[in-house]
């Protein structure tokens, strides 16, 4: 009995050290696309903050928006999220008001992920970290 109370104990040791480790990692991605879009200096069109004044932009998210780009954007856990005008009509593209791609893979991005709903882009930011070759 005590062999195998010691062997669930040493299991459950393990999966915790592994949880840790993922989270560390994760940790280690977050602080690297923070350090990448600090280092980028972006800017937004005048105007651009009110395709966004109607949401509760969380703090966690930093400005990716670029004069280039069609909409501003922001960017949290590797995912750049760009966010077009709240009233369809308004809008220059077809499409949905917030459209989630990896920030890494900008020039080249797809769309992972697209809604009107902004919970719903909150939830697929929050649920995961955007897949990066060579971070680790």
Known sequence: MIIKVKKDYE???TK???LLKRLKREDSRQDYYNRLIANKGFS???GWEDNYSDLDIPETWK???WTGDEYPSFAYKGWQIWISEKDEKDRTEEGA???IGELH???TSTVWF???DFNKALDFVNSRVAPFIGVK
Do not use: A, L, V
Request: glycine content about 0%; charged content about 30%; hydrophobic content about 25%.
């Open 16 to 18: 915790t050290e592994q």
């Open 11 to 13: 299991k459950e040791i």
């Open 97 to 99: 008001r917030f459209n």
């Open 63 to 65: 400005n990716s928006s």
């Open 44 to 46: 937004m069109f005048e």
């Open 114 to 116: 697209w809604t009107d």
């Open 105 to 107: 893979n900008y020039s």
